[in-house]
Antibody, heavy 123, light 111 residues
């Protein structure tokens, strides 16, 4: 059973950088065909896909966040991370990491999710 | 404004059936058979209930079913139970640029 757990600061100041990590157990971040996504949910609002990193290290980001987002993986630590720069209050949200199933031409969905971590952007 | 449109709320009595719609465009829901549905109880992580329009993961009751017609996908829950009360979100693959989009969520109330 794959399990994911987010960690990182719960409070970030405006204009600074948000940094979160997702620890993966029961699965490998570097196994063939594995993809790992970050998704966020502002309070009372809908889910928003942020981006993913693949088993090979390739990435893809939501066009609306592309210039501020970086996702990278640390295979030795079995975790992947999210960096979001120049944050504003609009970035306040619960941030989830999830295993992203992508079988090109056949299947796309998120099958395992972390519990989520609330990040508040405030001075 | 959400990429995919869902009703804000639906309700039903125990034992009844309810259907939640998810309307997109030919660039997402209508263009691909990659719609998934997630159940979220308050303060909890979303849980995958349906993937690829109508497939159920292991462990999800067969009371949950999914379908699609044109640009609209639907989640039907039959034999409503109290524990089904939750928020439900749809998601769709949206091509190589937008990639993945979500609906605004629907609050299901079991009366």
């Amino acid at each position: 059973q794959v399990q994911l757990q987010e960690s990182g600061p719960g409070l970030v100041k405006p204009s600074e950088t948000l940094s979160l990590t997702c620890a993966v157990t029961g699965g490998s971040v570097s196994s063939g065909s594995s993809y790992w996504s970050w998704i966020r949910q502002p309070p009372g609002k809908e889910l928003e896909w942020i981006g993913y990193i693949s088993y090979s290290g390739s990435t893809k980001y939501n066009p609306s966040l592309n210039s501020r987002v970086t996702i990278f993986v640390d295979t030795s630590k079995k975790q992947f991370s999210l960096i979001l720069s120049s944050v504003t209050a609009a970035d306040t949200a619960v941030y989830y990491c999830a295993r992203d199933v992508q079988i090109i031409g056949r299947s796309y969905y998120f099958d395992y999710w972390g519990q989520g971590t609330l990040v508040t952007v405030s001075s | 404004q959400s990429a995919l449109t869902q009703p804000r709320s639906v309700s039903g009595s125990p034992g009844q059936s309810v259907t939640i719609s998810c309307t997109g465009t030919s660039s997402d829901v209508g263009g691909y058979d990659y719609v998934s549905w997630y159940q979220q109880h308050p303060g909890k992580a979303p849980k995958l209930m349906i993937y690829d329009v109508g497939k159920r993961p292991s462990g999800v009751p067969d009371r949950f079913s999914g379908s699609k017609s044109g640009n609209t996908a639907s989640l039907t829950i039959s034999g409503l139970q109290a524990e089904d009360e939750a928020d439900y979100y749809c998601s769709s693959y949206a091509g190589t640029y937008r990639f993945r989009v979500f609906g605004g969520g629907t609050k299901l109330t079991v009366l």
